[in-house]
């Protein structure tokens, strides 16, 4: 099989291009996507949450063509899983000279994601909670923060809250996450927004930025996992499934967000980060922590 735009041998079906074109036109698409939704503009200072994933790894990668990008990456102390993609990241920081600062748990939260699993607790809830608030945290000194959310990724998130019937979460991600601006909060942009995890997969491998599938070891128990397996079930039977997920979506984000009313916002009382109620998320898991470890 050829190149549908040159004689060589093609990588990838549909588009059937070669290595070249086929890297040309994701990169394109990338460029594509943060021109049209205004993702990062001239002189903006943007940082990148990287974990060592292709995903990551192919943002990085991508982004460094054009902008001057420096990476936020998290350690959340998760055994046999973290330090391998942390290992791979480090190692291209270092390769390319981008700034990488690395924050952990145990560092953040006095003790690793293990130490505030209890009975009934949902890993992924707890971390997300931890993640967003550290990239949150310490991303304030840029303009942008990039993360590597694909159309896969976006198509779960969608479902999952329609399923919910969560219209906040809903009406917050998108392109450009969040509903309302506030110097409390860095604008998260997602520019392989377009883009397919195979897609992402094989451009990483054909750039060398892929060495094989790291899952963490607590995918499987989530609602997220379960949704995953249900879009590709439907893709395989029904190809666009995703995509179309993505276009009606984006047809009625700005309806969702005008929905949403968020007039103002409190501070925790207890570390001072934007909150909804008295107390942010993660004081409450270690408020509620703490109180377990007395009880025992």
Known sequence: MLCKKCENTAVYECPTLCKEHFCNYIEERVFKTIKKYELI??????????????????????????FNVECIAIDEGIENYRENTLKTLKEFCKKREIKLNIFSYKDEFGGELSHFLKDNTKPCSICGTFRRYLLNKYSKE??????????????????MNLIRSNLELLARIGPKTGIISNNSFVQRVKPLYFLKEREIATYAFLNGLYRGYDECPYAIESYRAKIRDMLNECELKHSGTKENIIKFFLRIQSKLKESIKITSLNYCKSCGEPTKGDICGVCGIIIMNNSALIRK
Do not use: F, W
């Open 142 to 159: 840029y303009d942008k923060l990039c993360t590597g959310h694909n159309m896969d990724d976006e198509a779960q998130s969608i479902l």
């Open 41 to 66: 503009k001239p002189n903006e200072r943007v940082v990148v949450a990287a974990s060592g994933g292709k995903d990551s790894l192919t943002l990085l990668h991508v982004l460094s063509k054009k």
